[in-house]
């Protein structure tokens, strides 16, 4: 069965530092990927996604993300945090031809210090 | 274009009632799918619906139950309700089932 990992469950950074949140899935089929932010008392809000193509991808609010098929991960990056994207980070991956269902990781609570 | 809508927002119900949530999709969307989201589970898929056939379900009790209609509004039912159904109770529309998932805000359940 699918499943996605995320390593951390908090991550606490300064203000202005960089970031990185990790994901890692198992799948042995063509995959989808996505992260999406949570906050306070709100739904999900995509962030960014692969599809095909480049395995660097450019989301909202000055995040990216790099696709890498072989240590099948897809790392969600920030290069300088502010104190606004303090939320819930998850990421998710829906299986090709395989019913299609999507499958979330546990979630990192990013916490940005002032 | 309007977002996908939750009905209703905040919900307290006792053990042993049942509880009917709505959600209305995204103007185009005709997949929808529900999902439990608890401080010690995480997100938990329930089921998904596309143009009004259940295509995939989670592992969840048969008290939880959906549908769709024409219109590709949702409603899911829990019957029965335990404590342990207080839940964050999210729905997600997209295009198709291939494409990206847009979330509503969500339906707080409260069970006493």
């Known amino acids: 069965a699918q499943s996605v990992t995320q390593l951390d469950s908090q991550v606490p950074v300064f203000e202005e530092a960089p970031v990185e949140l990790r994901c890692n899935y198992s799948s042995s089929v063509s995959v989808y990927l996505f992260w999406y932010v949570q906050y306070p008392n709100q739904g999900l809000q995509l962030l960014l996604k692969y599809l095909s193509g480049s395995t660097l991808v450019k989301g909202i609010n000055g995040f990216e993300a790099e696709f890498n098929k072989s240590q099948t991960s897809f790392h969600l990056r920030k290069p300088s945090v502010h104190i606004s994207d303090t939320a819930e980070y998850f990421c998710a991956v829906r299986e090709l031809n395989t019913g299609n269902q999507f499958y979330f990781g546990t979630g990192t609570s990013l916490t940005v210090i002032p | 274009k309007a977002g996908v809508t939750q009905t209703p927002r905040y919900l307290i119900k006792t053990r042993g009632q049942q509880v009917t949530l709505s959600c209305s999709p995204i103007s185009g969307h005709r997949s929808v799918s529900w999902y439990q989201q608890t401080p010690g589970q995480g997100l938990q898929f329930l089921f998904e619906?596309?143009?009004?056939?259940?295509?995939n379900k989670g592992n969840f009790p048969g008290r939880f139950s959906g549908r769709q209609f024409s219109n590709s509004r949702s409603e899911m039912n829990v019957s029965t309700l335990e404590l342990g159904d207080s839940a964050l109770y999210l729905c997600?529309?997209?295009?198709?089932?291939?494409?990206?998932?847009?979330f509503g805000p969500g339906t707080r359940l409260t069970v006493t």
């Open positions: 997600a529309s997209s295009l198709d089932p291939d494409y990206e998932q847009y």
């Open positions: 619906y596309f143009s009004e056939t259940q295509r």
